[in-house]
């Protein structure tokens, strides 16, 4: 079955410093990889997908996002955070089957100080 | 392009009563929307699969005669939670899926904020 594991349920970074944030998925195919940021009380946003091809892939508000498929792994970074980037982060996989259903990791909630 | 809203933002309502929650998609068509439902610091939980047509797809332990879905277009889902309980609080997005090139994406409603009293 296909899962997504967000190993940190929280990070605190300065703000100006770089962030790297976790995730692993589990799925037999290639799989299509989303990273999502949601404000408090607000929807999804899209940060960036992988669907094939180039294995770093660039979003928006500066995040990128490397796909790594001998660990199972789909990174998403950032060369330096803002204050504003305090959210939390869904790592999220569809699979082909099942009808192209979202699987979402746990969530990583992102903390940004001064 | 692929925007997708929610009405409404918020909802409060005495328990027991029904309570409706549209999800739209604006500028395109959807043949299937999901259903999600989250609560506080947790991730999204998929309760069902709503498709343009015909029965909605429920995922295990979610109760379809409590979660009501109806598909009636391609451009709206409805999810009517009934008889609803302070249990049933929570925060509900839909998305629906794209097409053609797009058929693996989802898009995001903003969410319903449902709170019973």
């Known amino acids: 079955a296909q899962s997504v594991t967000q190993p940190d349920i929280h990070i605190t970074v300065s703000e100006g410093a770089s962030l790297e944030l976790r995730c692993n998925y589990s799925?037999?195919?290639?799989?299509?990889l989303f990273w999502y940021v949601q404000s408090p009380g607000q929807g999804l946003q899209l940060l960036l997908k992988y669907f094939s091809g180039d294995t770093l892939v660039q979003g928006i508000k500066g995040f990128e996002a490397e796909f790594k498929r001998s660990q199972s792994s789909f990174n998403l970074r950032k060369p330096s955070v803002h204050w504003s980037d305090a959210a939390e982060y869904f790592c999220a996989v569809v699979g082909g089957s099942g009808g192209f259903k979202t699987i979402f990791g746990a969530g990583t909630r992102l903390f940004v100080k001064a | 392009g692929a925007v997708v809203s929610q009405h409404p933002s918020w909802v409060i309502c005495k328990s027991g009563t029904s309570v409706k929650i549209e999800c739209r998609s604006l500028?395109?068509?959807?043949?299937?929307m999901f259903w999600y439902r989250q609560f506080p610091k947790q991730s999204l939980m998929l309760m069902a699969t709503s498709n343009e047509g015909s029965k909605a797809t429920y995922e295990q332990g979610v109760e379809k005669d409590k979660f009501l879905i109806n598909h009636a277009s391609l451009t709206l889902s409805t999810l009517t939670v009934t008889s609803a309980h302070p249990e049933d609080s929570s925060f509900y997005i839909c998305?629906?899926?794209?097409?053609?090139?797009?058929?693996?994406?989802?898009?995001f409603g903003p969410g319903t904020r449902l709170t019973v009293l």
């Open positions: 799925y037999g195919a290639t799989p299509y």
């Open positions: 500028d395109f068509q959807a043949t299937t």
């Open positions: 998305s629906a899926q794209g097409s053609g090139s797009r058929t693996v994406e989802q898009f």
